[in-house]
Structures are given as C-alpha cells and as structure tokens.
C-alpha cells in the first residue's frame, strides 16, 4: 500500500469530517514497517537525508545521552538511521497508535535504548522531541503541541511539516491504499505562536521538501490561494 496524493476537501475541523475516516494505526501499516525495518539497507541512505535535521542537531548537542521523544515514528524509522550517524547513547522513546506501538515493543523487546507508548508520557529530563510530518495525523494539533511542550524539551524539532502562510488551519484527506486520512494543514504563524508564548524561541527554519513538481500534491496547488502551501518545512524550537 502507498500514499496515492489527497482528496480536493477542506475541513475546519474533525467534527466536521465523515465518520469512521482511516487511520495508520492498523495491520497493512505495521506489515509495512517490519518489512521497511527489516529491509532496512534499501533505503538508508534516504533515510539519513529525510532526518538529517534530527541527525545534525544530536551531533551538536554537547551530551553522550539523549533522550528523544518521536511523535509518530513508527516502528524507529528515524532511529535506525540515527544510529548509523552516531555513536552517542539514546533513550528514544516513540509514540504511536496503540497497535502500532503494542507490535513496536514485541518486534524489538530486545533493545534496550528503543521503547514505544500509545500516549505522550510525563517524561523527565527530555532533550529532543521530534515530529517528522505526523503532527498532520492528530485529532487535534494545538492540544498535541501544548503536551509536548508540557514535557519541557530543550529542543522542539519539526520535520516535513505541512504548514505555511495561510489564512487558517484546515483539514483535508489523505488517501492511502484503500483508507481516506484525515490530515492537518497548518498555519505556520499559530504554530509559532504557541510556542513563542511559552518560553521557546525559533531556532531554525529551512524547506524540507519543494511540492510543486511532485503530482502527489497536485491537489494542494488548485486550492484556493489562501490555502495554498507550495513546501513542507522543518523548524526547530529551542527552550529558553
């Protein structure tokens, strides 16, 4: 299964979508993962490319452990490649789907540094918390920044983030084999906001991905021109 682009449908918020929508936290997904982790090789070096934000700034952070909390990193497809680049000892804890998450510890119950829960913990002493797209899945994308800024990180790094100068978030539908998803576009100024007013300041800020060349994301290029985004970015948030 694999992402086929998205529907031409906006929404203001959950409420106002269909019932029953998809979702990643199912078997075809978790099949998916343990193939990707465990034909790992095939794709490293684009992996280390698609979370060279992540990888850099461990690199940079002047400690030999690091605890890092992935929101959505499926079965540590982000961990792996961090690894490779680096000889520092991680805590890297990840949340997902209670399923995913559930099959997540079972696959590695024998690593000691990779743990997976189905809710945001009250996690002490946390470096980095990390979010390569998956703010886009979650019911409610403010209530999701405020807990992971609960958790007091000294870093706040987004990746492959749908967000731009729009006039306001909205809604639409990602399609994914046979399931239609709901997905978060952002308005990049809420987000920053958010942040701003809670003792982070704005780090960084670079395109992690230009979109208007990928058909994938033809749908994004006809919306309206004050929904348009024409490139998922990264930013990192550093705590003051």
């Known amino acids: 299964m694999k992402t086929h682009g998205w529907k031409n449908v906006v929404y203001k918020d959950i409420d ?9 936290d199912n078997k075809e997904w978790i099949d998916k993962q343990i193939d990707r982790v465990s034909n790992f090789d095939k794709e490293v070096d684009m992996s280390i490319k698609r979370n060279k934000v992540l990888i850099d700034l461990v690199k940079n952070i002047k400690k030999e452990k690091i605890v890092i909390v992935d929101i959505g990193g499926g079965f540590g497809l982000t961990y792996i490649p961090l690894k490779k680049e680096t000889s520092k000892s991680l805590d890297y804890k990840i949340i997902e789907g209670k399923h995913v998450s559930n099959a997540a510890n079972i696959f590695f119950e024998d690593n000691n540094e990779l743990s997976f829960f189905s809710k945001i913990e009250k996690i002490k002493n946390v470096d980095i918390v990390y979010i390569r797209s998956s703010l886009q899945y979650v019911e409610n994308w403010e209530k999701t920044v405020n807990q992971i800024i609960s958790l007091k990180p000294e870093y706040v790094v987004f990746s492959h983030l749908a967000a731009g100068d729009i006039n306001e978030s909205f809604l639409t539908v990602q399609l994914w084999g046979n399931q239609e998803i709901p997905y978060w576009v952002i308005k990049e100024k809420d987000l920053k906001n958010i942040f701003l007013n809670n003792d982070y300041v704005l780090e960084s800020k670079n395109v992690s ?18 929904k348009q985004i024409n490139a998922t970015i990264s930013l990192i948030f550093k705590r003051t």
């Open 16 to 24: 106002e979508m269909p019932k029953n929508m998809g979702t990643y």
């Open 209 to 226: 991905e230009d979109i208007t060349s990928n058909k994938l994301w033809e749908t994004f290029i006809n919306l309206s021109v004050e």
